[in-house]
């Protein structure tokens, strides 16, 4: 062993430059990964808070039916006589309107000195208001108070830090789960604090210093107003930290205050339950027993149910993790297999020496692998701080907009660490191999020996099977778990693996097909450059697959994403405007009526059901909405195109009950068409079966409601697609009946003289009064998501740029080592006339030929991969999308490649015109 | 008894669509330690021997027999372990190239087989120093090889050969890259090795003046043992002119 380490550090050492850029692959390799699973752990740990807050430490709760619904608080006291039950925390939920007269100091307009006066303004807001019992709440979970105490009598409020904000300055963004929305009230008001402050200050540094405590804070006050009421005034005692990742804004009082200021009596939301750990009851026990005693209205579930889709969710992160992390290092190793490869056949005469002289076969191989875990291991170590650093001190900066910590997960800074290691030792494995297989003989006499054509085409043959196994998986299998497994566990390696190998016949092809052209264009003598690349296949070939798969992954990133935008964002026929509430009342559409550019109104209501229709089992949970509205407004005011059936027939049937008509998802992943059956269960686990009487398009209700995000439990379920269905049976299944959504139509600008934003304003406005969270036009929503996505699709765009650069570190070794051990042939070429910049040339035009073949390779493999990405989204989720080139992102990506190539190999290049051609010739 | 004992062997190599035989039946007998050499015109067959007694290749057909340190030993037919193990401590080979290690110290490289043997360092440390103070190279002895001269080169790869004092030392071409001078000096030392060390020295050259110092030389030609030259008694100029004489009689 001792023999086989210093065989290794000496190898290593002699080829410090090579070395070093092997070690900054496998390093780049590992900050991504790092990076990206602090980013990760960051995210699931707010996640995990968010869910912690949601749930506590509860074992099960009681939980009314349907948004905005209450049940008789007398099951309380039942609950609590309950044998078992340590703790029963009641709350009751609801919506209040809250005004704040936020003081101001300004200057006035058109004033010649600095004074800034007091004024006031008055910010409106609708906001989710929990009413808790403090000293049973405490026990279940904990409202960390920034500052103040708990609400204790009636009329005091304790804000959360978002709703504090929010009452302070206006929010109307239309954004991606952006509820909440407050706005500047018209009109004047008063100073919702005691002793404000001043009435004039002489500057304006004095004014921004008093305007920045101008949030609300313990002992201001805000108004709650109610459509009909007087305005009432409710005492801020507390201002408590936002939950982990925001989300909606949320306000705390006691039971009986919430009940005064929402007009409701006798009535619970939800009771938390923790049950005594020695009563030997167990949390599915207690919701069994319970269960039939409950009331119509409510519901019992353990809190294992609710946090079950977080931990599927985050299972189905750590299979994502590992991927990742499998691929990003495996592309790692390729390189280093690549770079020690072409060690081992300059060193032939070095090991064949070695060989003569004793070293057994076992000792050249172990000190190979020696030498790749020592490159991993440095690249380890330079490359994991770096990462964890760059995320951490990227996470603490943006720490106020994600409202989430960094959180190193150390067993994941393992796993990298792992990877890094084990891209080492992969890469050295091929190494290791030919190092065992040197005889002595044969590299004594170093001859050059042209590749077998055996060995090409069995090289040939192994690529095109990874490539076949990556497609197959869709054509041989059916279930959509099957095929996502498979394609994870077996696909994918395949693809990276099959594309790997099909580098050298790829670099023989463009070799042959492209050097003609290229001799001319750079003047070199015929047939040099083709036979340079016939010679040594393999080192073109697996240069060219080491740069080709950051390509692949821009190509596959944008085509998918250029896909998910054209073929599902785009194709939505948005309705003209939504509104979003909680429990809006049927007032509220008549109030929207009232607006004179509002043409059309359609109340609906959404309640997620859990279904089996997509994702895969075991790793995720989902939902889906049921919809239901009312049929005469809805398919008047919608856009949709109906695949299976007509309106006419399914509004029957769907009156009837019984019957829903699907989205078109579900007919793309479960081939569910009319004659078939939807099953789904509700809250309680009860399963419920629909007639399919209809197949439409999409009329982007569940998108519109997901991307206003009403509800808290985003952490634990993933919600996607819809069904439509009708009212009764959203009554009478699922004790849902609240109405989520407003679609409404509006006149255009030309006819009304209002402008998208203002018809907006107006609408917000209007239906504030009446629990409204936020409101945005079909536009803007679209609008919104297509511009997340184009970022989304920038960053990972800047994910696999980060890879090629990985990759150029290995072709400038690679480079690097072909021109050493070619040396002497160059010296030769010099001695019989070859000028020094043909020289260069000649390196350029080979670099030119690996670009080429990685363009192509990576373009091939990237549609490749999105094709299989394109159908195990229609597998698992049923969005039918349509495989179409991004010419741009690929003629960019291309780009990119070439000038990575060129760069790689220019020093190297340059630094051979410039030797002499006895230096050359005296490297035999 | 003999030391080196070599009979009909006969090895053929595959080129293209044909086979090239090397050697067409080739005996040779050496019965004491002493410097010996191999010489024949290029592609007469004369390394592909060499080969066969490092054990680096096998022959199609004949036998090899080398008194070793642990008695009589047949090369012919070792599994490529055994041969592995057994070049390490009974066979010293210096190459035409020196083939040092460039990222180890000349001291390093002469202990390079005790390192892949396991041996103990302090031991082969005391072992490698001594056999520097011998070929006069102990103050080069941390220096790396492109510090070295090619004639101080060679002596690092001479002593690494003489490490465990192996019974056969092969030379094969050992002052290829050397000026006249060196090799000279080379030849002498390789001599005085074999003299003192009661080595068998076998050195295959195609130089007259190099078989000058050796005690007999064996000439090869077209992959046989064409005669021996006792070299007693003459010169390098006497040597070239018996071994002209040999070449030109079969011509």
Known sequence: MRAAWRLATSSLWQRRTRSLLLVLVIALSALLVSAVSVAMGSLRAALQGRVTAIVGNADARIQSRGSGKTFDSALLREVRAMPGVMVASPRLESALSLRFGKPVWKKNEGALDETHRLTVEVFQITARVTGVDAEQDAKVRRIKLLSGRNAQADDEIVLDQTLATRLSKENTTVGIGQIGLSLLARGSGEVSRANPGPASVPTAAKADELNAQSTPRPDDWVELVRFGD?????????????????????????????????????????????????????????????????????????????????????????????LGNLMAFLAAGFIIMTGLSVGITERQRELAMLRCIGA???????????????????????????????????????????????????DRVAIASCGAIFAGLVGASLPAFQASRVTPLKALAARSVPARPRTIAIITVLGLAGVLIHLSIFTLLTDPDYIFYAYVSLGLPALMIGYFFMGVPAAMIV??????????????????????????????????SAMMAGLALM??????????????????????????????????????????????????????????AFGVKGLTRVKTFFVAFDPESFFRMSTITWIQGDEQAARKKLDAGGAVIVAKEFFVARN????GEFVCWDDAGKEHRFEVVGVVSSPGLEVANNFFDVSEDFATEQRVHAVFGSRSDLKAKFGADSIGLIQFSIKPESQSGLSDDAS???????????????????????????????????????IAIFAMLVAC????????????ARRYEFGVLRALGASNHMLTRLILAEALIITITACVLGTLMGLQGAFGGIRLNANIWGIDMRLQPPLFAIALGWLFVAFMCIAAATPTAIALGRQRPRELLSAR | MLLLSCSNLHKAYPLANRSVPALRGVDLCIEKPGFYAIMGASGSGKSTLLHLLATLDRPDQGTITLA??????????????????????????????????????????????????????????????????????????????????GGEQQRVAIARALLYSPPLLLADEPTGNLDSASSAKLWALLAEIAREQNLLVLMVTHEPAAAAFCSRVFVLQDGRMKATIETEGLDAGGVATRYQQLVATTN
């Not at chain 1, 072709?811 to 080592?817: D, F, M, Q, R, Y």
């Not at chain 2, 390093?108 to 070929?135: C, F, H, I, W, Y």
Request: aromatic share 6%; hydrophobic share 45%.
């Open chain 2, 68 to 149: 070793s340190k642990d008695g009589p030993r047949s090369l012919h037919n070792l599994s490529e372990r055994e041969a592995t193990i057994f070049r390490r401590k009974q066979i010293g080979i210096v190459f035409q190239q020196f083939n040092l290690i460039p990222t180890l110290t000349a001291q390093e490289n002469v202990e390079l087989p005790g390192l892949l043997d396991g041996d103990d360092p302090t031991k082969l440390r005391a072992r490698s120093s001594a056999l520097m103070e011998q070929l006069g190279i102990a103050q080069r002895a941390t220096h790396r090889p492109d510090a070295l001269s």
């Open chain 1, 511 to 544: 070799a042959r097909v492209a050097s003609p052209l290229l001799e001319v264009v750079l003047a070199l003598p015929p047939k040099l450059l083709s036979r340079s690349v016939r010679a040594t296949p393999f080192r073109f070939g697996f240069t060219s």
């Open chain 1, 809 to 820: 570190f290995g072709v400038a070794n690679l480079v690097i080592a072909g021109v050493h």
């Open chain 1, 360 to 410: 057994s076969r076992w000792q050249l191989a172990i000190s190979q692998l020696f030498a790749g875990g020592i490159l991993g291991i440095l690249g380890s170590a330079i490359g994991i701080p770096l990462g964890v650093a760059a995320a951490v001190a990227m996470l603490t900066h943006y720490e106020d907009r994600l409202m989430a910590s960094p959180v190193v997960l150390w």
């Open chain 1, 672 to 675: 569910m068409g009319i004659g």
């Open chain 1, 760 to 798: 907006m304003r107006q609408v917000r406005e209007k239906l504030q009064p009446f629990g409204l969270l936020n409101a945005g036009s079909g536009r803007q929503i679209k609008n919104t998501i297509m511009g997340f996505m184009e970022t989304t699709l920038k960053i990972t765009s800047a």
């Open chain 1, 555 to 612: 190509v596959a990133i944008w085509t998918q994403g250029a896909a998910a935008m054209r073929d599902w964002i785009d194709r939505i026929q948005f309705p003209d405007g939504f509104a979003a509430g909680l429990a809006m009342p049927p007032e509220a559409e008549a109030a929207l009526r009232e607006l004179p550019f509002i043409t059309d109104t359609c109340a609906i209501s959404l309640h997620p059901v859990e279904t089996e």
């Open chain 1, 230 to 322: 007087k305005a009432r005034r409710l005492t801020v005692v507390g201002i408590a930290e936002p939950p982990p990742l925001g989300g909606a804004p949320w306000g705390y009082m006691t039971i009986q205050g919430l009940e005064k200021a929402a007009k409701l009596s006798g009535g619970l939301t939800r009771i938390d339950l923790v049950l005594d750990p020695e009563s030997g009851i167990t949390p599915l026990q207690f919701v069994d027993t319970i269960t039939p005693r409950l009331p119509e209205t409510a519901l019992a579930q353990t809190s294992e149910k609710i946090t079950s889709g977080f931990d599927k969710g985050a299972q189905a992160n750590e299979l994502g993790f590992l």
